[in-house]
């Protein structure tokens, strides 16, 4: 249809990865495909974005696959809670496609301790697996960190709390929000979710997701055009689309 890309949410990030023509480093890392970006071939034989094309009558075009999400998510987080993931304990909630690849860049990133919570706890023992492969320095937990120990940040990667009547996916019986100094949830609308709601009101630093789901869109928005995307314009733009004000 001529576009230069597009941009993927769930449940497509993970079956994008069999579907497009070729996969960059950032998918083949995380193992999803958030970003698309259409490609020609010219007469020499090599590929290019379609940007690069005054006409795309012809061409031959493939789909490539990059994650702009990992990144993302990582930025967010240290930007806007302040904290350091090298050497952090992290208990992070859901094992599903947002929260393998959270897992995975934050065990990049070089975090001391994971503890996984899932409903499944299949999954959850899955990716575990996954990272203590992958790596090895890392310490890997299911379930939530025992006793009173604490953590650094606690990441919601889960849907629940998109509709208010939910509730909060953090089961307190086992985990309060007052051992923990942040807390990072990725949904953004409504913009404080019960589970945000409950860490602000135990003295937690907290964020959702507009901060990820804008960094992901501008390293998209580079990855189409080739220029670099004006951030803060972007970040205006999303609040009053997303909130209205």
């Known amino acids: 249809m001529g576009f230069l890309g597009l941009n ?18 950032s998918a083949r890392a995380w ?15 090599a590929w290019r974005p379609l940007r690069e094309y005054s006409d795309t009558a012809g061409l031959k075009i493939r789909a490539h696959g990059f994650n702009t999400d990992a990144d993302a998510i990582s930025r967010s987080i240290q930007e806007e809670l302040g904290v350091t993931l090298r050497g952090a304990r992290v208990l992070l909630l859901g094992a599903g496609g947002a929260g393998r690849t ?7 990133d070089g975090i001391q301790r994971l503890y996984l919570v899932n409903r499944t706890s299949s999954k959850a023992d899955e990716l575990a697996a996954e990272l203590r492969s992958r790596f090895r320095p890392l310490a ?17 990667a889960t849907s629940k709390g998109l509709k208010p009547e939910e509730g909060s996916p953090l089961d307190v019986a086992q985990f309060s929000p007052n051992r923990t100094g942040a807390m990072f949830d990725m949904i953004y609308r409504p913009a404080e ?50 909130y209205g004000s």
């Open 193 to 242: 979710t019960a589970l945000l709601r409950s860490a602000r009101e135990a003295g937690c630093r907290t964020a959702n997701g507009l901060g990820m789901l804008l960094y992901q869109g501008a390293k998209a928005l580079e990855l189409w055009t080739g220029q670099n995307p004006p951030i803060e314009v972007m970040r205006d733009a999303l609040w009053k689309n997303v």
């Open 31 to 45: 193992g999803a495909v958030n970003t698309i970006r259409f490609e020609g071939q010219g007469v020499e034989g």
């Open 8 to 25: 993927l949410t769930v449940p497509h990030k993970l079956l994008a990865v069999d579907y497009v023509d070729v996969l960059d480093e």
């Open 140 to 156: 890997v937990n299911v379930g939530y960190p025992p006793g009173t120990e604490r953590v650094e940040l606690v990441i919601n």
């Open 102 to 108: 959270a897992a995975l860049k934050l065990a990049a």
